[in-house]
């Protein structure tokens, strides 16, 4: 506690905010509320804010040059270890915060093999279900930008829906070989199979030659 910013009255600070917060999580609503609060902590009075029956800007700092505060709602702040001010004046008041009680040991998760979507194939989602950690959109964009393709190869395929080339890793693990050889995902074949039933005429080529899904899933058998 002596370490933190404190008021010119010595009132330390209990909770500091990033200013970046608000505008990427758009919680404005809070700052107008630590202004509320300081005057209601100093005035010794409640105030009830009905929702979307508020107080405006206007009013809130209408009662702030009331109880003989800022009307910014800024104040000098003073650092805790060194004693002096900071630069720039600082937006101070009371806010209700609650503390959410999380634990790292019950969140903790990790798999190995665990149990499958029927159609997908994909390994399911959730800590509850043996499921594993989804690998998104902007996950993949990561790795892309960083040029890691066997990385994203692997975890595309064999470690998602590649149902022989997730066989074929396990076995080279065993061998203690480092080989990587993958097949069509089995949500490829479903995407293909779904525009199929919208009449559309897919055509797939490889090494010179035209195949289908069913000899997709011949080669991967």
């Given at each position: 506690?002596?370490?933190?910013?404190?008021?010119?009255?010595?009132t330390p600070v209990e909770?500091?905010?990033?200013?970046?917060?608000?505008?990427?999580?758009?919680?404005?609503?809070?700052?107008?509320?630590?202004?509320?609060?300081?005057?209601?902590?100093t005035q010794d009075m409640?105030?009830?804010?009905?929702?979307?029956?508020?107080?405006?800007?206007?009013?809130?700092?209408?009662?702030?040059?009331?109880?003989?505060?800022?009307?910014?709602?800024?104040?000098?702040?003073?650092?805790?270890?060194?004693?002096?001010?900071?630069?720039?004046?600082?937006?101070?008041?009371?806010v209700y915060v609650m503390?959410?009680?999380?634990?790292?040991?019950?969140?903790?998760?990790?798999?190995?093999?665990?149990?499958?979507?029927?159609?997908?194939?994909?390994?399911?989602?959730?800590?509850?279900?043996?499921?594993?950690?989804?690998?998104?959109?902007?996950?993949?964009?990561?790795?892309?930008?960083?040029?890691?393709?066997?990385?994203?190869?692997?975890?595309?395929?064999?470690?998602?829906?590649?149902?022989?080339?997730?066989?074929?890793?396990?076995?080279?693990?065993?061998?203690?070989?480092?080989?990587?050889?993958?097949?069509?995902?089995?949500?490829?074949?479903?995407?293909?199979?779904?525009?199929?039933?919208?009449?559309?005429?897919?055509?797939?080529?490889?090494?010179?030659?035209?195949?289908?899904?069913?000899?997709?899933?011949?080669?991967?058998?």
């Open positions: 506690e002596e370490d933190m910013p404190y008021l010119p009255d010595g909770v500091v905010l990033n200013p970046l917060g608000v505008p990427s999580r758009m919680n404005f609503g809070q700052i107008l509320e630590m202004h509320l609060g300081w005057v209601a902590k409640r105030m009830i804010c009905p929702v979307f029956e508020g107080p405006k800007v206007e009013e809130i700092r209408a009662l702030l040059k009331e109880a003989h505060l800022p009307e910014s709602g800024k104040t000098p702040l003073y650092d805790g270890r060194t004693g002096r001010a900071f630069d720039g004046k600082v937006a101070v008041g009371y503390k959410l009680i999380h634990i790292a040991e019950e969140k903790i998760h990790a798999r190995s093999t665990g149990p499958y979507a029927l159609i997908t194939q994909q390994p399911l989602g959730g800590r509850s279900r043996q499921g594993g950690q989804r690998f998104g959109e902007m996950e993949v964009w990561a790795l892309e930008g960083y040029g890691a393709a066997y990385t994203l190869q692997e975890m595309l395929t064999g470690k998602s829906d590649d149902l022989q080339g997730r066989t074929r890793i396990h076995e080279w693990i065993i061998k203690e070989e480092n080989l990587l050889d993958t097949q069509t995902p089995e949500s490829f074949k479903v995407l293909a199979k779904e525009l199929q039933s919208l009449g559309l005429n897919l055509e797939f080529w490889g090494n010179g030659k035209k195949f289908s899904i069913k000899d997709m899933e011949e080669e991967g058998e």
